[in-house]
């Protein structure tokens, strides 16, 4: 006890030292903490980390920061920052099990690899360089490759397509980016408390990367004051969102595993970080389980909600909260400590079965097509089974349509034809007209930026599946472009389908919403859901085999110089007269061997020579070269035999 | 003998001017001494294309992986009894649903899907139509994405596919593997229900095992109208779908509309078989490998799997081979010259070990003439071949195992090692981050562990081919020369187009060869039902009479035209020998194994091939034995004998008479998988075939 006394006075002198500061200055920066906890219906666990930092609008806050970190402060004043939004994925978001109609899908599933987006306060001119510093400038915080998207062939600047209308946006991902620890450890260093204490100090780093998913987000917007000389509040928004699958013992497949925090994360949660404004835990349940009960008044139902015929919670949790089709279990985890940990757990006692709310269309996209020259790309839209209960459908002229945006962006290898895009609705071929409504594309320019194309379907709301198809040409490389591994092929990052009128928000009818967290899902969020990334198979040369290159170009080489100098240079009458001089002058014998061999050539008897000698000369001297040769090889053999007798 | 001697003074003279005296350069000169001395040169070079082809046993290199990224063998084996036993229960479910039900519905596959997707996978069910491709001359070479939907479907005949994808649970979903098992829902026999079983057992490890980097897609395709056709349609849906509305989803009660589901890029197919008891002690594991027009998967991969399963599993791992040349007494006696020699060699220096056993040599011979033979055949030898039109690698397994089928103990063993091996090859592949590159593709196996790559088969066709320029260059000149003689105006001004008449002629028989190819298109078209015999017949009377029609309207053409208007025959066979030149070059890029056995039918004919009216009126023997000898070749050269002849070779029983019926579905099959043997034969083989016959026919 005495140990723990002795570790809480710094900290509770740093407290109150903070605390002084703080209300030292006109509006104090802020940090909160929470994580939500969700059963999902394959029998997955999803958490959910959310921390908000945020700096007010301050004259002061360029210098000197109590709680939000520096690096991002500058960060956004040296490149004029308006809101940006970096993240780091592994795995892939499973829309039809994990939903993909609510503020957490919607925000937090990601495309594999790396995606950055900003929005900058510049003049259109200067974005670009903007953009190219920022980008060095997060690789180097986030240990990761992130100046990759410097190359004006990696991103792209969408208009409307992207959800965020601005033209001083800029888009990029990297989808081969490899996510691991290296990235998360630089993410948590911007943490107040780090993952020393509070709730992050249940990321254990094996159990954190051990799960199916795993996104790691920065998302970061400024406040503009409105007030002269007051420079620009942030709000720095992280969250790390994990799917676990909770070790179980039991056979039973229809049964829901039983979980808590220590058999998901292996660790516990021993108080909340003390800097932090506010920390909980919150647990969803979906599905069925909202819609039981409808009264919370009484204490005996209160007790009921989390313990009953279904499921047990090991905690009581502070407050409940109601949402249409869900239950939300508050709980305040300041009173754990040391001796008394914070380890929620969730016990289920009967099998239930409940399904996630998903997007009105289902988007997966593939590549068509055979051989290393041509392909197309094609984005199929499935209607889901709860499209017609979902509410944002328009009604124009009579007709119920949903909307979608296609966002994609084509590397400069892949070149795509614009005009071979087909649209099928219900396996009927539509014109452009019938249910393309908005199109903006910008064509690729080779190894100059790549091609992005946007488009905005309007479909029938009872469309049952939806295809577009584009072909294009693959695109040859410079040698020194391509990247290693080429052999695995190029990779096409994913498009993102987005719906904008329909957005996704859970009100849990909370008056004073002091959570972040709460108030974030409280938002109105545009419904967007991400496709597979597409892995182009390109002609790629041997790079195994660089001998054979430089031995081929050096005979061309060769033989190129070689004749041309031949040409060049030699004098071809010049020669001849040389040879004629010389032949008069010399052998008879070279004359002699020539017409044999023409006499040979036509096939005729020898003529018979003007004079024996030197036929019987030539005969000797081919006899004798052949004993001499008979010679070398008899020795040769006998010294080999020999040699390898010894 | 005046004039004779006054012509090559003339001659002297005329040379005399101009290069005579300029000492040409060396290799011009090597050329000018081996066209002077083409006979023997072309003897000798055809002789050492031949022995080169024979000795390819003894050059065999032993097999070794070549990437170092697929560690096969290097992760211990996570299958357990569970898996085994879930396998198990599959088998056992579908032989009770099997026993009790009879009839077509879909409800195998039913059971099949439920048993996916209680594992965790994403299942879907697609239907196709068993008739594949059609034979469209324009669309020889087109890619797979030509198949076009068949307008009028009809709901009487279809197949289900059942297809379940496990999703690797941190993968990217980029790429994927392949597991296809064929199975007869309707016939299917109790040996290949326990092909379902190994990979029933191997889908329940996978769903669960956390290393996957590439999703896996088991496909059990509906084998009832053939192996190769469920997993093209297949194929051809996961590649190029058909977007527009099609006829077929709406039979039966099976809704499949929109179900379809892909995982990226394919980056190998593994396609099981199990069939027949095992003659031998183990059991055996055949590997068919080779897809359409000779394309072979990566060596790699069927290393990996050799690997897996020599050292593994202790299978006994074959490839096919022709069984009828094992036992040739001639084969035998090159095995033990070649014994002797390689002996002889040892004892001169110990390092030369080229000698193998004649044993091992008749088996290397026999599997590799099979290796060449499906080559050079260009059909695919199993399911596998589907893949490579997408440049998938794939192999197909076949596993006999030694039990028979109902035997419960041992079959709780075969799962398991069947499965460990296939588990072994995947993991292998998950750990490939490129796509298999590395190793070979042409080659040529002589076992499972031994191949000949390209740079050493290739050795004896380009031996075989050498002869043909230098002894088309020499008779050309002796051509010329006759020409010269005999013509009475000296044409000096058009000697060098003295080839023109000839080309002509060949140009002639060669349109007519491709006439001759695309006939069958016209044929099929004929309406009513004709039985292959009868369509035979319509070919060969149509082919005959527009070869009468050829020879009578292009002058000069004919064997039989008076001697006026004949070409000299010497000219006419250098035209002829690079006619065939050129085809077997161009072959040879196509497929080498089919360049290679045309080369050795073609080369032969067309060197020896002579006018045989003159070698009759002279009645030496050397001459006659010539005629004789071409005569022979010629027969054998005809295509249709030519199939008879391998017909016997492999064993296969001949019927006389339904001969022409059995050679057209053997064309109808190439034509069917695309081969490029067929345009080969109909466009290289058969014109200079006819040529030859042109010339021994010769009336000089």
């Known amino acids: 006890?005495?140990?723990?006394?002795?570790?809480?006075?710094?900290?509770?002198?740093?407290?109150?030292?903070?605390?002084?500061?703080?209300?030292?200055?006109?509006?104090?920066?802020?940090?909160?903490?929470?994580?939500?906890?969700?059963?999902?219906?394959?029998?997955?666990?999803?958490?959910?980390?959310?921390?908000?930092?945020?700096?007010?609008?301050?004259?002061?806050?360029?210098?000197?920061?109590?709680?939000?970190?520096?690096?991002?402060?500058?960060?956004?004043?040296?490149?004029?920052?308006?809101?940006?939004?970096?993240?780091?994925?592994?795995?892939?978001?499973?829309?039809?099990?994990?939903?993909?109609?609510?503020?957490?899908?919607?925000?937090?599933?990601?495309?594999?690899?790396?995606?950055?987006?900003?929005?900058?306060?510049?003049?259109?001119?200067?974005?670009?360089?903007?953009?190219?510093?920022?980008?060095?400038?997060?690789?180097?915080?986030?240990?990761?490759?992130?100046?990759?998207?410097?190359?004006?062939?990696?991103?792209?600047?969408?208009?409307?397509?992207?959800?965020?209308?601005?033209?001083?946006?800029?888009?990029?991902?990297?989808?081969?980016?490899?996510?691991?620890?290296?990235?998360?450890?630089?993410?948590?260093?911007?943490?107040?408390?780090?993952?020393?204490?509070?709730?992050?100090?249940?990321?254990?780093r094996p159990s954190v990367y051990r799960g199916f998913y795993h996104s790691q987000r920065l998302h970061l917007s400024t406040v503009e004051s409105g007030q002269e000389g007051l420079g620009s509040g942030i709000v720095l928004e992280q969250t790390l969102t994990v799917v676990l699958q909770p070790e179980t013992t039991s056979v039973e497949t229809n049964m829901q595993p039983s979980w808590s925090l220590s058999s998901l994360f292996g660790r516990k949660v021993v108080g909340s970080c003390v800097l932090a404004k506010s920390s909980n835990v919150y647990l969803q349940l979906e599905g069925r389980l909202g819609h039981e009960s409808k009264n919370v008044d009484t204490e005996i139902e209160a007790h009921k909600l989390w313990k009953n015929a279904d499921f047990d919670l090991s905690l009581k949790p502070d407050r409940v909260l109601r949402e249409s089709s869900s239950l939300l279990f508050i709980f305040d985890i300041d009173k754990s400590s040391d001796s008394e940990p914070f380890d929620l757990g969730l016990t289920w006692k009967l099998p239930s079965k409940w399904s996630c709310q998903q997007a009105p269309l289902q988007a997966t996209r593939f590549l068509m097509g055979s051989g290393n020259e041509r392909g197309a790309i094609a984005i199929l839209l499935k209607a889901t089974e709860s499209q017609e209960k979902l509410p944002g459908r328009v009604v124009t002229d009579g007709r119920c349509t949903i909307k979608a945006n296609i966002f994609q962006i084509f590397p400069w290898y892949v070149k795509v034809y614009y005009h071979t895009l087909q649209i099928f609705v219900d396996q009927q071929q539509k014109t452009d007209c019938e249910v393309l409504k908005k199109i903006n594309v910008s064509p690729s320019t080779d190894k100059v930026s790549s091609g992005m194309l946007e488009m905005m379907l309007e479909l029938p709301c009872e469309v049952k599946s939806a295809a577009i198809s584009i072909e294009y040409d693959k695109g040859f490389l410079h040698i020194d472009e391509y990247p290693p591994d080429a052999n695995q092929g190029f990779d096409i990052p994913s498009a993102l389908i987005s719906f904008p009128s329909h957005h996704a928000s859970l009100d849990?009818?909370?008056?004073?919403?002091?959570?972040?967290?709460?108030?974030?899902?409280?938002?109105?969020?545009?419904?967007?859901?991400?496709?597979?990334?597409?892995?182009?198979?390109?002609?790629?040369?041997?790079?195994?085999?660089?001998?054979?290159?430089?031995?081929?170009?050096?005979?061309?080489?060769?033989?190129y110089f070689g004749s041309l100098l031949n040409v060049l240079r030699r004098r071809i009458g010049e020669e001849e007269r040389f040879l004629k001089s010389q032949a008069g002058k010399k052998t008879f014998g070279l004359k002699q061997l020539l017409s044999r061999l023409t006499a040979k050539i036509r096939g005729r008897p020898i003529e018979p020579p003007s004079s024996d000698s030197p036929a019987a000369q030539s005969s000797f001297l081919s006899s004798k070269l052949i004993f001499k040769i008979i010679l070398v090889a008899g020795a040769a053999a006998a010294w080999q035999y020999f040699s390898t007798d010894n | 003998m005046a004039t004779e001697k006054r012509d090559k003074e003339e001659e002297e003279v005329k040379t005399d001017d101009g290069s005579l005296k300029i000492k040409p350069r060396p290799i011009v000169q090597l050329g000018i001494f081996l066209v002077a001395h083409s006979p023997v040169f072309s003897v000798v070079f055809s002789a050492a294309g031949v022995l080169a082809l024979l000795i390819l046993p003894l050059l065999a290199k032993n097999t070794y992986i070549s990437e170092n990224a697929l560690m096969p063998g290097s992760a211990r084996s996570m299958l357990s009894n569970r898996d085994v036993s879930d396998g198990s229960k599959l088998v056992k479910d579908i032989k009770n649903y099997r026993l009790n039900h009879e009839g077509q519905g879909v409800e195998v596959q039913k059971l099949i899907g439920k048993y996916m997707s209680e594992m965790g996978a994403e299942v879907y069910y697609q239907k196709f139509h068993p008739e594949g491709n059609q034979f469209h001359p324009l669309h020889f070479f087109s890619g797979p994405d030509s198949y076009t939907l068949l307008d009028n479907v009809s709901c009487a005949s279809y197949g289900v596919n059942v297809a379940g994808i496990i999703r690797a649970p941190r993968g990217d979903g980029k790429e994927s593997i392949v597991l296809v098992t064929p199975y007869d829902f309707i016939n299917g026999g109790d040996y290949e229900a326990l092909s379902l079983g190994i990979t029933g057992t191997l889908f329940s490890l996978l769903a669960r095992v956390t290393w996957l980097s590439k999703d896996i897609i088991w496909l059990v395709a509906d084998s009832r109208y053939g192996d190769y056709r469920p997993v093209a349609a297949w194929l051809t849906e996961y590649h190029s779908p058909s977007f527009k509305d099609s006829d077929l989803l709406k039979c039966g009660e099976l809704n499949t509309a929109d179900k379809f589901r892909r995982a990226g890029t394919m980056a190998a197919a593994l396609v099981l078989k199990v069939d027949g008891r095992s003659e031998r002690f183990e059991d055996t594991l055949s590997i068919y490998a080779e897809a359409s027009n000779g394309q072979m998967p990566n060596l790699d991969l069927i290393n990996v799997v050799n690997y897996l399963a020599v050292h593994r599993q202790g299978f006994y791992v074959k490839v096919e081979k022709v069984v009828s040349l094992l036992s040739s007494s001639w084969l035998k006696i090159i095995g033990e010259i070649f014994e002797a020699v390689g002996k002889l060699a040892h004892t001169l220096n110990p390092d030369w070990n080229f000698g193998i056993p004649t044993a091992d040599y008749l088996e290397g011979s026999a599997t590799l003439a099979s290796s060449l033979y499906s080559q050079a055949l260009g059909i695919p030898t199993g399911p596998h071949g589907a893949f490579r039109d997408y440049q998938v690698d794939a192999i197909t397994l076949k596993v006999s195992p030694r039990f028979p089928p109902d035997s419960k103990t041992r079959q709780h063993d075969f799962f398991l090692r069947g499965a460990k091996l296939l588990e072994g090859t995947i993991r292998s592949v998950n750990n490939l981050l490129e796509k298999f590159h590395q190793s070979f593709f042409l080659y040529l196996l002589t076992s499972p562990s031994k191949f000949i790559s390209v740079g050493v088969y290739m050795i004896a066709f380009a031996l075989l081919v050498a002869s043909l320029p230098m002894v088309a260059a020499s008779l050309y000149i002796d051509g010329c020369k006759a020409l010269n003689n005999s013509t009475l105006n000296p044409a000096g001004n058009f000697k060098s187009w003295k080839w023109l008449d000839a080309a002509k002629q060949v140009f002639a028989l060669h349109l007519f060869g491709l006439i001759v190819t695309l006939l069958p298109y016209f044929i099929c078209q004929v309406p009513g039902q004709h039985s292959p015999s009868n369509r035979s017949i319509m070919w060969g009377t149509t082919s005959s009479s527009l070869l009468l029609i050829t020879f009578a309207t292009i002058p000069g053409c004919s064997p039989f035209s008076s001697r006026r208007h004949g070409t000299n025959w010497a000219v006419l066979k250098s035209v002829t020998i690079s006619a065939a030149f050129i085809g077997l070059c161009l072959m040879s890029i196509i497929n080498f194994a089919t360049a290679e056995i045309g080369a050795l039918l073609l080369v032969p004919t067309c060197l020896i091939v002579q006018p045989i009216k003159p070698a009759l009126r002279s009645r030496r023997i050397k001459s006659l034995l010539g005629a004789f000898c071409s005569m022979v070749l010629l027969t054998i050269g005809f295509p249709v004998m030519l199939f008879a002849i391998s017909k016997g070779l492999f064993g296969e029983g001949l019927v006389g008479l339904s001969l022409g019926g059995e050679f057209w579905t053997w064309l109808e099959s190439l034509w069917a998988w695309k081969s490029a043997t067929y345009l080969y034969i109909g466009m290289v083989h058969l014109p200079c075939w006819l040529l030859c016959l042109c010339i021994l026919f010769h009336p000089s």
């Open chain 1, 1 to 204: 006890m005495a140990s723990l006394i002795r570790s809480w006075i710094p900290l509770l002198i740093l407290q109150s030292f903070l605390v002084a500061i703080a209300f030292g200055s006109k509006e104090a920066e802020e940090f909160s903490e929470a994580l939500l906890l969700k059963p999902l219906p394959d029998r997955k666990v999803l958490a959910h980390f959310h921390f908000e930092n945020r700096a007010p609008p301050s004259n002061s806050h360029g210098r000197h920061h109590h709680l939000f970190p520096k690096a991002i402060s500058q960060l956004v004043q040296k490149f004029r920052v308006k809101e940006m939004e970096l993240s780091f994925t592994q795995g892939r978001w499973n829309h039809e099990h994990w939903g993909g109609f609510d503020p957490l899908s919607s925000m937090n599933a990601k495309p594999v690899g790396v995606e950055l987006w900003a929005v900058f306060d510049v003049p259109q001119s200067q974005v670009d360089t903007s953009w190219k510093n920022l980008t060095h400038a997060l690789s180097g915080l986030f240990c990761a490759s992130i100046n990759f998207l410097e190359s004006s062939t990696s991103y792209a600047a969408p208009t409307w397509g992207f959800g965020t209308n601005s033209d001083k946006l800029r888009y990029g991902s990297l989808p081969r980016e490899a996510v691991c620890t290296e990235n998360l450890t630089p993410w948590l260093k911007l943490l107040p408390c780090r993952d020393k204490d509070g709730i992050s100090a249940l990321m254990n």
């Open chain 1, 508 to 559: 849990f009818q909370e008056e004073l919403s002091k959570s972040p967290l709460l108030s974030s899902f409280k938002e109105k969020s545009l419904v967007r859901s991400y496709t597979e990334v597409l892995l182009v198979p390109l002609t790629t040369p041997d790079f195994s085999m660089p001998y054979n290159v430089i031995t081929i170009t050096c005979t061309i080489f060769a033989l």
